[in-house]
């Protein structure tokens, strides 16, 4: 752990030093493989804005971010701690233990600040509260403190499609905000696979002391074709025109998956895009009523004709 949180700082270093550094570079300088690097990068990215414009570019801080000291976790802290009991004192420069001494008083009190938001975290993110349920927690704080720290959580999770409710080992990934709700993506050590939860339906909530590690999981590509928040399992790539009213309304969409969109001469637009779950893009098209007809597939525009003919037996008796 001492090994990580030094190495950790000699990232941080070294790309406040060398904007635009390589992992391939880090790799070298940490003396480490390039995959230790990537990781070591992950859980930066949770506390430091470091980004990557693309291959070969090398990774950053954004903006005039400067990141010193490091904030570190609980773990990484007391292995911080540790660090002048183990190192050989003969061989220790001048200036390093008042140089310690500011780096741990000084995240000492920015966890102290961190500890504070994480407290009222319910109250800055308003959550709405299930119909079943006359009561419902917000269990938004020991997620999100659970996620930054790589720590499980011991859950108690209502599963509406088979209507159970379990205990189950989870280890919190990501936090994602669809529909106006909150899921959790992470590794279900029940199911032994990656699940997602909606947030609302957990029932108990307990951070444990287990670590974990993503490894080299990758949320981009988890979601990939994803319209919303469930996944497929077979891309269905759709064609639709939006009505000339609306078609100014769709551009500035903030979507999830990147369509192909094209003005039509009478300012129409046709959008086109390849999804996983014809039933999420098939809702998200419904809103729009008339001013959105789907062109391709067929099978989807017969189905939502066979839907319409439903609900105008409904409305007719």
Not at 37 to 60: C, W
Request: glycine share 6%; hydrophobic share 35%.
């Amino acid at each position: 752990m001492t090994d990580k949180v030094i190495r950790i700082f000699k990232i941080i270093n070294a790309i406040q030093s060398s904007p635009g550094i390589t992992a391939s570079d880090l790799a070298i300088r940490c003396d480490v493989n390039i995959r230790t690097v990537y990781r070591d990068l992950e859980i930066i990215s949770h506390f430091a804005p470091v980004t990557n414009e693309g291959r070969g570019t090398g990774y950053k801080f954004m903006g005039k971010f400067f990141l010193y000291p490091l904030d570190f976790s609980e773990q990484e802290a007391m292995a911080f701690s540790l660090l002048p009991s183990i190192l050989n004192q003969d061989k220790i420069p001048p200036g390093f233990h008042t140089a310690y001494d500011k780096v741990m008083g000084t995240h000492l009190k920015e966890k102290s600040k961190s500890n504070a938001i994480l407290e009222n975290i319910g109250d800055i993110i308003q959550m709405g509260k299930p119909a079943y349920r006359k009561e419902s927690r917000n269990f938004l704080q020991p997620i999100i403190g659970a996620i930054v720290e790589q720590q499980s959580i011991r859950a108690i999770y209502h599963s509406q499609s088979r209507n159970a409710t379990t205990q189950r080992v989870i280890d919190p990934y990501y936090l994602i905000p669809r529909d106006q709700r909150f899921y959790l993506i992470g590794y279900c050590h029940l199911k032994e696979a990656i699940r997602t939860f909606r947030i609302s339906r957990f029932q108990e909530v307990e951070v444990t002391d287990k670590s974990f590690d993503k490894g080299d999981f990758n949320i981009k590509k988890y979601l990939k074709n994803t319209w919303s928040i469930d996944r497929g399992n077979k891309n269905i790539k759709f064609k639709v025109r939006f009505h000339p009213e609306i078609a100014r309304y769709i551009k500035e969409e903030e979507l999830f998956v990147h369509p192909w969109m094209s003005d039509e001469q009478d300012g129409s637009l046709l959008f086109e895009v390849t999804v996983n779950n014809e039933k999420e893009f098939t809702k998200w098209i419904l809103q729009y009523g008339p001013n959105a007809e789907i062109l391709e597939p067929a099978s989807a525009r017969e189905g939502l004709k066979g839907q319409l003919t439903q609900w105008m037996e409904i409305y007719q008796k």
